[in-house]
C-alpha cells in the first residue's frame, strides 16, 4: 500500500537466549494508514513488544521488510536507527519511562534537544498541546510530584515534541486508574482526530483497545487478522 | 539542556557526589601536601641560610650543600681563612644530626653574632651555662619549650637559656665547645662561614679557595641556596612522582567505582535516552560531563583542603616540617584530576554508550 505510513512484510526476528535461538516474529505483516489510530492485542509472547521495537528503531529485524514513512528500517545501521527515533518516531511505555531528575518540562526539552540540539521556547501549536494534556501547570513539577496520570501525559507530550510519524504506546494505561486511563485514552483519541497523528497502541485491555479505528491481534509471531 | 541534565543527576546524588568529589580532593590535597611540604622545608632551609649573612660557605670534603652529614673539618683552618684577602669573619658552626630532621648546631656565640647580627630575643638570653641551649620561637611553639626548661639531646639534658626569631642557620643552638667535647670531636666543626669585606670579590676569593682546597665544598650564598630545590634532594623527585602516580590511580579508581555504580542505577535512564534518539557518544557526553564536574569540584576541593593541611602543619609541627602553598602546583593537579577521572569514567561510560536500549529499558 502506497499511503501506508509502515509498511510489514513478512517480518521475522529470533533472539539468541543462552544457545537457543528463540523466534519473536515468524513472518509478521501489517499496514498502517497514515493517521490511523490502531490498536494491537495479544497474549504475553505473542511478538507485540518485539514488532513495537523494531517499528521504533530500537532492534533490528532477522529478515523482511520493514518501512516508516519511506524509510527502509531494514537497511538501517545503528546509527540510521538512532536517527530514526529521533525524527519520525515517539514512544508511550507503560512505566511512563520519564527522566526522574529532569522536571516535566527538562523531559520534553531534553527530547528536542536530543532530536535536533534545539533550545529555547516551545512553539505555540506545542503550547496548545500541553494546554490539550492538561500539564501546562505542571511543568515545573519533577515526576516523584507528579500523578501517575500526570506522569503519561507529560510522557505523551515528550513522544510528541518533535512531531513524529508515528506514536508508538506500548500499554499506556498499564499503570494507571480507571480515571487517568480515561483521561490518557481521550488524550490519544483527540490527538490522532485534532492532529492525524498516527498512533500504535500495544495493549491488553479491550476496552483500550475500543478507543482506536482498528484492532489487530497478534499470536505466535504473526498479526492474525492485518 | 545536557548541562541541566548533568548538573541534576549530580545534584540528584547529594551524597555520593560530594563523597566522589571529597575523595578525588583527597587525591589533590596529598600531591598539594607533599609538594608543599617539600618546597616549604626547602624554603625554610634556604631562608635560614640567607639569615646567617655569610658571604661564602665551606664544607668539608663528601658532603653536599644540602645533606646532613657527620663529616667535619678542623677549626683552625678558619684561621687560615681569615688569611685570605677580603676575607673579614671566618665563623665554624658544628650541625650533628638529632632524630628524624632536626639538628643541634653547636656555634661560638660572640663570633657568631659577630658575623649575623645579633639574635632577636623573644625571651631569656644569650648561653650561661655549658648545657644551655637557645631554641627559636618556632621550636617553641611546637615543643612548647621556653626559658627554664629542659631539652633532652644526645642524652644530655640541656636548660634553654633562650628564645629567639627564626631564620638564623638553625632552630637549637649550644656552645660549640660543649658540642665538641659531647661528640668527642675537639676542635672539629662542620662547616665555615666566611664574610668578606666587598661581596662583589666572592667569585674570585672562591677561586681561590677551591686552588688550595680542591676537595671541599666552596658555594657562594647565592648557590648554596640555589641548591636547595626539589631536584637537588635525592629521591624527592622520585618521591613525588610516586605521590602523583598513587593519586592518579586512587582517582581513577574512586570515580570508576562511582561512574560503574551511577551506570547501573541509571541503566533504565540510558534506555530512555537511547529511545530519545540519544547515540553512544551522546550517553558517553554526558558520564563524561559529570566526570569533569566531579574533578573540578574535587580540585577546588582539594585546594581548600591544602590550605587546611597547610595551616595544621605550620601551626603545630612547624619546627619540624614547614608547609607554604604552592599556585604552581594548581593547573597540574587539575591536569592529573582530569586525567584520572576520564580514565575512571572510560568503561563505565563505554558500558554505558554501548547498553542494549531494549534490556535498559526493562532494568528494574
Known amino acids: 500500500m502506497s499511503d501506508s505510513i509502515i509498511s510489514v512484510q513478512d517480518l521475522r526476528k529470533v533472539y539468541r537466549v543462552g544457545e537457543l535461538d528463540v523466534a519473536a516474529l515468524r513472518g509478521a505483516n501489517l499496514e498502517v494508514p497514515k493517521g490511523e489510530f490502531l490498536a494491537i492485542v495479544g497474549p504475553s509472547g505473542s511478538g507485540k513488544s518485539t514488532l513495537f521495537y523494531i517499528l521504533g528503531g530500537l532492534a533490528k529485524p532477522t529478515s523482511g521488510k520493514v518501512a516508516v514513512g519511506g524509510e527502509d528500517l531494514a537497511s538501517l545501521t545503528d546509527s540510521g536507527r538512532t536517527r530514526l527515533r529521533r525524527s519520525k518516531v515517539g514512544f508511550v511505555f507503560q512505566r511512563y519511562n520519564l527522566l526522574p531528575t529532569l522536571t516535566a518540562l527538562g523531559n520534553i526539552e531534553i527530547a528536542r534537544y536530543i532530536a535536533g540540539r534545539q533550545t529555547g521556547p516551545l512553539d505555540k501549536s506545542f503550547l496548545e498541546l500541553l494546554r490539550l494534556l492538561r500539564i501546562e501547570n505542571r511543568l515545573d513539577h519533577k515526576p516523584r510530584a507528579l500523578s501517575g496520570g500526570e506522569q503519561q501525559r507529560v510522557a505523551i507530550a515528550r513522544a510528541l515534541v518533535n512531531h513524529p510519524a508515528i506514536l508508538l504506546a506500548d500499554e499506556p494505561t498499564g499503570n494507571l486508574d480507571t480515571e487517568n486511563a480515561t483521561a490518557v485514552l481521550d488524550v490519544l483519541r483527540d490527538l490522532n482526530e485534532r492532529l492525524g497523528q498516527t498512533i500504535l497502541m500495544i495493549t491488553h485491555n479491550p476496552e483500550a483497545a475500543a478507543y482506536a479505528h482498528r484492532t489487530v491481534r497478534m499470536r505466535d509471531g504473526r498479526v492474525l487478522d492485518n | 539542556m545536557i548541562n541541566r541534565l548533568v548538573f541534576e543527576n549530580l545534584r540528584h546524588r547529594k551524597v555520593r557526589t560530594g563523597l566522589s568529589a571529597l575523595s578525588i580532593g583527597f587525591q589533590v590535597t596529598m600531591i598539594l601536601a607533599i609538594v608543599g611540604l617539600s618546597q616549604g622545608m626547602l624554603k625554610d632551609s634556604a631562608d635560614r641560610a640567607k639569615g646567617v649573612g655569610a658571604d661564602i660557605w665551606v664544607k668539608p670534603p663528601s658532603t653536599s650543600a644540602i645533606q646532613l652529614s657527620s ?3 678542623p677549626e683552625k683552618m678558619l684561621d687560615a681563612f681569615m688569611l685570605q684577602p677580603h676575607v673579614i669573619r671566618a665563623v665554624g658552626s658544628y650541625t650533628v644530626p638529632l632524630s628524624g630532621l632536626s639538628t643541634l648546631t653547636g656555634i661560638d656565640y660572640q663570633k657568631f653574632t659577630g658575623l649575623s647580627g645579633p639574635f632577636k630575643f623573644v625571651e631569656g638570653g644569650p648561653f650561661q651555662g655549658k648545657f644551655d641551649v637557645i631554641v627559636d620561637r618556632w621550636y617553641q611553639e611546637t615543643y612548647h619549650k621556653g626559658v627554664g626548661d629542659t631539652v633532652k639531646a644526645l642524652e644530655k639534658e640541656w636548660h634553654v637559656c633562650g628564645v629567639v626569631e627564626p631564620g638564623k642557620l638553625a632552630r637549637m643552638f649550644v656552645p660549640l665547645a660543649t658540642l665538641q ?92 535516552l537511547k529511545a530519545l534518539g540519544a547515540s553512544p557518544g551522546d550517553i558517553m557526553g554526558i558520564l563524561v560531563r559529570e566526570t569533569l564536574l566531579l574533578a573540578a569540584g574535587g580540585w577546588f576541593a582539594g585546594i581548600l583542603l591544602s590550605f587546611g593541611a597547610n595551616w595544621a602543619i605550620n601551626h603545630f609541627v612547624r619546627a619540624s616540617i614547614q608547609s607554604v602553598i ?39
Do not use: C, H
Not at chain 2, 661581596?199 to 676537595?215: D, G, N
Not at chain 2, 637537588?232 to 555504580?261: E, R
Not at chain 2, 580514565?343 to 535498559?360: C, F, H, K, N, T
Open chain 2, 71 to 73: 663529616a667535619t673539618m
Open chain 2, 181 to 272: 667535647d659531647v661528640m668527642s670531636n675537639p676542635g672539629k666543626v662542620s662547616q665555615a662561614l666566611l664574610k668578606l669585606d666587598n661581596p662583589k670579590e666572592t667569585f674570585a676569593v672562591i677561586s681561590a679557595l677551591k686552588v688550595e682546597l680542591p676537595e671541599y665544598k666552596i658555594y657562594s650564598v647565592e648557590e648554596l641556596v640555589s641548591q636547595f630545590s626539589v631536584e637537588n634532594v635525592p629521591g624527592l623527585k622520585a618521591f613525588i612522582n610516586v605521590i602523583v602516580g598513587l593519586s592518579i590511580i586512587v582517582g581513577f579508581l574512586v570515580v570508576s567505582l562511582t561512574m560503574y555504580t551511577t551506570v547501573l542505577e541509571r541503566t533504565r535512564e540510558i534506555g530512555i
Open chain 2, 326 to 364: 604552592t599556585p604552581d602546583w594548581w593547573p597540574i593537579v587539575a591536569a592529573i584530576a582530569v586525567v584520572a577521572s576520564l580514565l575512571g569514567a572510560l568503561y563505565p561510560g563505554m558500558r554505558a554508550a554501548r547498553q542494549d536500549a531494549i534490556e535498559a529499558l526493562s532494568y528494574e
